[in-house]
């Protein structure tokens, strides 16, 4: 099964002009939430688009509970978290409805049987990695918690976790004058900011990151340009594999 959906521009009007949130992406809003754009429903999953600003789970705090899980299980009680994206990273999700299909998701996700990619916009123009005939280039980076600097994460080879990203060119673009590429990223492992601080590593920051970027690059856009556009995994009842796909707002 294929879905394909696209994000609406104009979807809430605390979002900003584009879809995109206001600058301080990375601070969680208290005000109510947008309502949860739904992908796919049914007996044993969810499949809904977060937007940027958002957190996957609860935080800390009174705002901390401005949360998609929280708004989900608000609807269906029986809502579960599988995974979890950034709180300034659009795209799908998907949550379990039950213990039982949240162990299968889980195990899915811990055996690689779920495909995720994302669409990024990133500093400069990046050539396209002419070793590989395929057009994918891989970063393989170990990657650690930055403890002093948390939340933030860096590349430790001494003592980081293996951490690998398959990055492919869509196209190279201007946005308010400067050179930006558009990027398609395949995660194959699932580290904390694994694709943020990959491209910083790479000398291209995601335009937008409040966390990894320069100063110069949060002017270009409101929030952080990365969206997990494309979902691909086994329903934990029948098997069959469902794939979703959701355009980037910007």
Do not use: C
């Not at 949860?36 to 789970?57: F, N, T």
């Not at 935080?59 to 994206?85: K, N």
């Amino acid at each position: 099964m294929s879905v394909t959906s696209r994000v609406p521009e104009t979807a809430g009007a605390a979002e900003g002009p584009a879809g995109l949130d206001p600058p301080g992406a990375e601070a969680a809003d208290t005000a109510a939430s947008p309502p949860l754009r739904v992908h796919y429903e049914d007996a044993s999953v969810l499949v809904l688009d977060k937007p940027a600003g958002l957190l996957s789970v609860p935080g800390r705090g009174p705002e901390g509970m401005r949360a998609l899980s929280v708004h989900a299980a608000q609807r269906w009680p029986d809502a579960l978290v599988v995974h979890r994206l950034d709180m300034a990273t659009s795209g799908l999700i998907v949550l379990a409805r039950g213990p039982t299909a949240q162990r299968r998701l889980s195990l899915a996700f811990a055996q690689r049987a779920v495909r995720k990619r994302y669409e990024a916009l990133v500093s400069g123009h990046l050539s396209a990695p002419s070793e590989h005939d395929d057009g994918w280039g891989l970063i393989d980076l170990p990657l650690i918690p930055d403890w002093p600097n948390r939340p933030k994460s860096r590349v430790d080879f001494e003592v980081g976790k293996p951490s690998r990203t398959r990055w492919q060119v869509r196209a190279h673009e201007w946005l308010r004058g400067q050179p930006v590429t558009r990027l398609r990223l395949e995660p194959i492992t699932g580290r904390s900011h694994q694709l943020r601080v990959h491209l910083l590593a790479l000398g291209h920051p995601i335009v937008g990151d409040a966390l990894y970027a320069p100063p110069d690059l949060l002017g270009l856009a409101p929030r952080l340009l990365l969206h997990a556009t494309e979902l691909d995994f086994p329903h934990p009842e029948s098997g069959e594999r469902l794939r979703f796909t959701s355009r980037p707002p910007f």
